[in-house]
């Protein structure tokens, strides 16, 4: 299994040059070679899943299948609460913080009381972020529309959907499995944005029992 930082996440930096998908997901296809890798199971969260998707459309032979988890082609928001609430966030990343900006942002993948440890570790990871990296991140989201990929994905493709993610609208995904030929479709009950974390058993059934058909 190879687990990859994106460029200004983790352990890699974030590069002098404008960041966007598909420049990531070149970096994750450079990556790929230069471990001579097989064509690779790709599996991205969010952000992630936009660069699979790239992947998958602009580098064919690297991919044999795409889950796609809380993903989306293209993410605006549809709704004045979703309006607000990148208002929100947008006026805390120009004047908060990290800290602060981490605390509202895990506030909303695990609102439950008893999602409290994955709250506090969610907030020591994203504070621990450079404020550049994540704005980065967040303009490459916003920038992105891989609406034009969708029919160029020839692999098996997963879409996971967490039922109550108040990030990425469930449109987004029947977008994905319309223009994704033999695209299916899993929504995990009781799970937010961060399904890999709050019903972690749940996704790896789905993903274990895609794996063994493809």
Do not use: W
């Not at 070679?33 to 998958?56: I, R, T």
């Not at 928001?77 to 979703?82: I, N, V, W």
């Not at 570790?121 to 990929?149: K, N, P, Q």
């Not at 987004?172 to 695209?183: M, P």
């Amino acid at each position: 299994m190879i687990a990859v930082d994106l460029p200004g996440h983790g352990s890699s930096a974030l590069p002098r040059e404008r960041l966007t998908v598909d420049g990531i997901s070149d970096r994750v296809g450079t990556l790929l070679a230069h471990l001579a890798a097989p064509p690779a199971h790709v599996v991205g969260l969010s952000l992630g899943g936009c660069v699979a998707l790239a992947l998958a459309a602009r580098a064919p032979a690297r991919v044999r299948s795409l889950t796609l988890v809380n993903a989306f082609a293209r993410l605006r928001p549809t709704s004045p609460r979703a309006v607000a609430r990148v208002l929100v966030r947008l006026a805390l990343l120009a004047a908060a913080p990290m800290p602060v900006v981490a605390a509202h942002v895990a506030r909303g993948l695990f609102p439950k009381p008893e999602q409290r440890d994955l709250y506090a570790r969610a907030v020591a990871s994203l504070g621990a972020t450079a404020r550049s990296g994540y704005v980065a991140a967040a303009r490459a989201i916003a920038r992105f529309d891989g609406r034009a990929y969708l029919s160029a994905v020839r692999c098996p493709t997963l879409l996971v959907v967490g039922d109550r993610d108040a990030t990425v609208p469930r449109a987004a995904a029947d977008i994905l499995r319309a223009g994704i030929a033999g695209a299916r479709l899993v929504v995990v009950p009781d799970s937010g944005h961060a399904t890999t974390h709050d019903q972690p058993e749940a996704l790896n059934r789905a993903l274990l029992a895609f794996l063994e058909t493809c």
